[in-house]
């Protein structure tokens, strides 16, 4: 690999044989609703920075939520596009869960929270950077790239999260992608970041708030996320696959694991024959 991005690297820290499946042998995993739900989201609040970058003023948060709307109907269509690519992976149960999730509520629920992130987090944010893309140099011989999802003039780099579960007040400075960030900053802006802040938009079944984590003096290690970096590729090369999870977990779950499937016919045929098989497939 050339270069490996931070969701790469999270892909792997979570069950490496998604890793595997998703980035060695290439296979699309079934898509989600709530994937599509935040993608959705993500592209509105960019599109909104960038335009208020251009002029002062971005989006009327009516704009917005059109924009929103338009954007998640379109991630629909390839949700559909993509379930029916992905079939011969989609367990039952995968299926059952993903039928149970209304859309429309998803709807409504992002224009709560486009509503109260409008009112209470826009107008304290001048941005600076949106979108950027990075690429930097690693002992590894492999690029770190990626893009910073928004700095604001004041040189704080924010991270947005949405959740539906109450955060805790977490030491951010652990965070590895605030870590990637701060790195990425100092190599696009020439400086250090002057703060860390962590975003989240909190929904509920009735409503939406904000809570936010923030470093107003942020400290990262730079040698030791370049260790990880390094181990975690380390392990690639030496086809290091293993998924660890225990039963219960979720993560690997029939109902949410869109490679499940995959795992139990990794398990069974063992690695060499599996990646010869899909290669094959591949090629």
């Not at 989609?90 to 998803?106: G, M, P, S």
């Not at 790239?145 to 004041?154: E, F, I, Q």
């Not at 703060?195 to 470093?215: E, L, M, T, W």
């Not at 990262?220 to 998924?243: E, L, Q, T």
């Amino acid at each position: 690999m050339k270069h490996v991005s931070f969701t790469q690297l999270m892909t792997y820290v979570r069950c490496p044989e998604h890793f595997l499946f998703r980035y060695i042998l290439g296979m699309k995993r079934p898509p989600g609703k709530a994937q599509k739900h935040g993608f959705a989201l993500h592209e509105t609040f960019a599109y909104h920075f960038d335009q208020k970058k251009k002029d002062s003023k971005g989006l009327k948060v009516r704009d917005a939520k059109e924009f929103f709307v338009e954007v998640f109907r379109s991630a629909l269509q390839e949700y559909e596009m993509e379930l029916e690519e992905t079939k011969s992976l989609i367990t039952r149960e995968f299926l059952a869960k993903e039928k149970t999730i209304d859309v429309n509520q998803l709807v409504a629920t992002g224009l709560r929270g486009i509503d109260v992130y409008f009112k209470e987090m826009n107008p304290t944010i001048i941005p600076d950077l949106v979108e950027e893309p990075f690429a930097i140099p690693t002992p590894s011989n492999v690029d770190l790239v990626g893009r910073m999802d928004m700095t604001d003039k004041k040189g704080i780099i924010h991270e947005m999260k949405t959740t539906r579960r109450m955060p805790n007040a977490q030491d951010i400075n652990l965070d590895q992608q605030l870590a990637i960030y701060q790195l990425a900053y100092e190599k696009l802006k020439g400086k250090k970041a002057k703060g860390i802040a962590k975003d989240y938009i909190v929904f509920s079944k009735r409503d939406a708030k904000i809570v936010q984590f923030k470093v107003s003096k942020p400290f990262f290690d730079k040698n030791a996320v370049m260790r990880n970096i390094a181990s975690i590729m380390n392990a690639v090369k030496h086809n290091v696959f293993y998924c660890i999870h225990p039963a219960e977990s979720w993560v690997c779950s029939k109902e949410w694991c869109g490679f499940y499937r995959l795992h139990g016919e990794l398990r069974k045929a063992g690695l060499a024959k599996f990646m010869a098989r899909y290669m094959i497939k591949r090629a």
